[in-house]
């Protein structure tokens, strides 16, 4: 089932998925740590990796750095990551 609103498709692409799925890779919305996207990976990771270096949110088209973009959607997908996972304590 496609969300609606006003008439935009609301859910995420398998693109999306796959982005944010690489976005995850970064212990840290810091700048200190980086990944490298080896050759051997998922075409769709390889793929997803070139998408975000081209948006301006890494530095390196396999991996890289964050930049201050990446840096804040990655604290962005860590953060709705854990607030779906959190466990409500009674």
């Given at each position: 089932?496609?969300?609606?609103?006003s008439?935009?498709?609301?859910?995420?692409?398998?693109?999306?998925?796959?982005e944010?799925e690489?976005l995850?890779?970064?212990?840290?919305?810091?700048?200190l740590?980086?990944i490298?996207?080896?050759?051997?990976?998922?075409?769709?990771?390889i793929?997803?990796a070139?998408?975000?270096?081209?948006?301006?949110?890494?530095t390196?088209?396999?991996?890289?750095?964050l930049t201050?973009l990446?840096?804040?959607?990655?604290?962005?997908?860590?953060l709705?990551f854990d607030?779906?996972?959190?466990?409500?304590e009674?």
């Open positions: 089932m496609l969300l609606e609103t008439g935009i498709d609301m859910s995420y692409t398998p693109e999306n998925r796959a944010l690489v995850m890779l970064y212990k840290s919305a810091t700048n740590d980086g490298k996207i080896h050759k051997t990976a998922d075409p769709s990771v793929a997803a070139e998408r975000l270096f081209e948006g301006g949110f890494i390196q088209i396999d991996g890289g750095y201050q990446g840096s804040t959607a990655a604290e962005h997908a860590h709705l607030m779906l996972n959190a466990r409500i009674q």
